[in-house]
């Protein structure tokens, strides 16, 4: 099974500050890798699907790049709405096996 | 627009079983993936499997195989989880989440775009 790893597990950061979070994949992935943002007592939200495509109706402050196995979400200048906890995915072989990574949180 | 409904909470006893619903609306339910992971309090996110409503196939991560049953109800555009032999362990919420429309699944990460809000299920004697 492939393992993900985040890093760092909390970030401290100010609104208007640059937030860069990092994804490490046990083995290659390619660009199956895909960031969510979850916000306390709500469902996960697509951010990022396949490394680097934003999903519908994420803004423009939110980028992501990386293949193989190293990842990284980047959040240009943070918006008090973006402390959060962000998560990455992955998604091997067909039939297929996910994982998820345990998480980053983004706080004050 | 898409939207993902779940059944509401769960009580169960060491030994049980209990089986989610996930009622669909706003697409055609039989052309993307449904997933099903689960998250415990506190914790992160773990896949549990996935469901491809137009035949029914599944495929289930190898820690619940054998103990989880994914179907499908085409008539009612709704997806089914079953779980068995619950412990307390299996004490989290579950969420059902579509993949997304945008890509082919099978040729991407399947990353999930829309999510239903989550059943919570309580394993406790």
């Known amino acids: 099974e492939i393992v993900l790893t985040q890093s760092p597990s909390t970030l401290s950061l100010s609104p208007g500050e640059r937030a860069t979070l990092s994804c490490r994949a046990s083995?290659?992935?390619?660009?199956?890798l895909a960031w969510y943002q979850q916000r306390p007592g709500q469902s996960p939200r697509l951010l990022i699907y396949?490394?680097?495509n934003r999903a519908t109706g994420v803004p423009a402050r939110f980028s992501g790049s990386g293949s193989g196995t190293d990842f990284t979400l980047t959040i240009s200048s943070l918006e008090p709405e973006d402390f959060a906890i962000y998560f990455c995915h992955q998604r091997t072989n067909w039939p297929p096996s996910f994982t998820f990574g345990p998480g980053t949180t983004v706080d004050i | 627009q898409v939207q993902l409904v779940q059944s509401g909470a769960e009580v169960r006893k060491p030994g049980a079983s209990v089986k989610l619903s996930c009622r669909t609306s706003g697409y055609p339910f039989t052309t993307t993936y449904l997933l099903w992971v689960r998250q415990a309090p506190g914790q992160g996110l773990e896949w549990m499997g996935i469901i491809h409503p137009g035949d029914g196939t599944a495929t289930y991560a190898q820690k619940f195989l054998g103990r989880v049953t994914l179907t499908r109800d085409t008539s009612t555009t709704t997806a089914y989880m079953e779980l068995n032999s619950l412990t307390s362990e299996d004490t989290a919420l579950y969420y059902c989440?579509?993949?997304?429309?945008?890509?082919?699944?099978?040729?991407?990460?399947?990353?999930?775009?829309?999510w239903g809000q989550g059943t919570l299920v309580t394993v406790s004697s």
């Open positions: 989440a579509r993949a997304n429309p945008e890509t082919n699944c099978e040729k991407s990460s399947c990353a999930l775009a829309y």
């Open positions: 083995q290659s992935v390619s660009t199956y």
């Open positions: 396949d490394a680097s």
